[in-house]
């Protein structure tokens, strides 16, 4: 039983960007290596941010509740600012590499969130046992799905507000990266954070398709099979 969990949730959790992945960037060596710059980058923010609250907490009364209460979620917002700010220097401005860079930064975001929990879903241990909900592991890999994907979105909408100086979208990014990351204080209450974040993903998807070039057309030519144009570029002679 917690083989068939473990390897449920991971395939929950990194199964839609491994797929990504496989497709449409394994055969492209600079498009692997726009991949690993974003994942790169993604650290890099993490490590700023984790020394932000590390020293804050140091310096901070330990035994406030509240006092580590704010620093966790200033930790949170200080995370998603820095997080925002450093994918500029992991793209140009080219659709495709920031998609790749959106990417990486999901991957990398995603391992960090469920790599233990993954561990953990192995065993010994039952989940649920003491009256806690038994969807922690299940509710953490659509979480990190969601959370990968986002990323994604997120990386296409803020870079044409930045190229075309719409504010407006680069807000809207910012703004709902925090919204998704502060939903996760919800938990246990995980319809209370996962419908809202799926919602989220769900508008951003649909803005960074239209952002990106996508129209209903194209998308109906592309899952009819039929865009030869699509064809074409995924030709490879045999």
């Known amino acids: 039983m917690t083989a068939a969990v473990f390897f449920g949730c991971t395939f929950i959790a990194f199964g839609p960007a ?5 497709f449409t960037i394994a055969r492209e060596p600079l498009r692997v290596i726009f991949l690993i710059a974003g994942a790169f980058f993604w650290l890099v923010s993490l490590l700023m941010a984790s020394l932000v609250w590390f020293i804050s907490v140091q310096i901070s009364n330990k035994e406030s509740v509240s006092q580590q209460k704010g ?11 820095l997080q925002e700010t450093f994918p500029a220097s992991a793209s140009s401005h080219h659709t495709d590499s920031i998609l790749l860079s959106g990417l990486g930064f999901g991957f990398m975001s995603g391992a960090f969130s469920v790599v233990n929990i993954l561990a ?14 038994q969807h922690y592991f299940l509710s ?43 939903l996760t204080f919800q938990n246990p209450q995980y319809v209370s954070s996962l419908v809202p974040t799926y919602v989220v993903m769900f508008f951003m ?21 039929k865009d030869k144009d699509f064809l074409l570029a995924n030709h490879r002679p045999r």
């Open 71 to 81: 620093l966790l979620i200033f930790g949170v917002v200080l995370s998603v600012l």
């Open 120 to 133: 953990d879903s192995v065993g010994p241990g039952t989940v649920g046992i003491h009256g806690d909900s």
């Open 18 to 22: 491994v797929s990504l992945f496989l």
């Open 205 to 225: 998807g649909v803005w960074a398709f239209y952002t990106a070039g996508g129209s209903l057309r194209n998308l109906k030519l592309c899952l009819t099979c």
């Open 140 to 182: 953490s890999a659509f979480m990190t799905m969601a959370i990968i994907l986002l990323h994604m979105f997120w990386g296409i909408i803020f870079f044409d507000g930045c190229e075309k100086q719409r504010w407006l979208a680069v807000a809207a990014v910012v703004a709902s990266h925090l919204l998704v990351s502060c």
